[in-house]
Nanobody
Framework: QVQLVESGGGLVQAGGSLRLSCAAS????????MGWFRQAPVKEREFVAA????????DYADSVKGRFTISRDNAKNTVYLQMNSLKPEDTAVYYC??????????????????WGQGTQVTVSS
């Protein structure tokens, strides 16, 4: 079993920055591919970013590429999402997810086995 706890969400003005953290416990974190997803009201959950178990490979949705950066610190069992140049359309609940079966993170939510409870990000215009 793996527990994931997100933090770092909040209210920010457009153009601002936030850094989300996701702390993992319960199993060997360094063996997991990790991903960030988000879900806005009345919308489906969508892929944001993913990172391989080693941190050497990353993937981003086109909508956040160049503005968001995913990273991980395996010594701290934590994955991060640095979000810069935030836009009102980035407003959503952000979730981190863990996939213990693959080395590289997927864009498909269904492939992730463990999920955090989510953290709200609100970007005002």
């Amino acid at each position: 079993q793996v527990q994931l706890v997100e933090s770092g969400g909040g209210l920010v003005q457009a153009g601002g920055s936030l850094r989300l953290s996701c702390a993992a416990s319960g199993r060997t974190f360094s063996n997991f591919a990790m991903g960030w997803f988000r879900q806005a009201p009345v919308k489906e959950r969508e892929f944001v970013a993913a990172i391989s178990w080693s941190g050497g490979s990353t993937d981003y949705a086109d909508s956040v590429k160049g503005r968001f950066t995913i990273s991980r610190d395996n010594a701290k069992n934590t994955v991060y999402l640095q979000m810069n140049s935030l836009k009102p359309e980035d407003t959503a609940v952000y979730y981190c997810a863990a996939d213990p079966s693959k080395a590289y993170g997927s864009r498909r939510a269904a492939e992730y086995l463990y999920w955090g409870q989510g953290t709200q990000v609100t970007v005002s215009s």
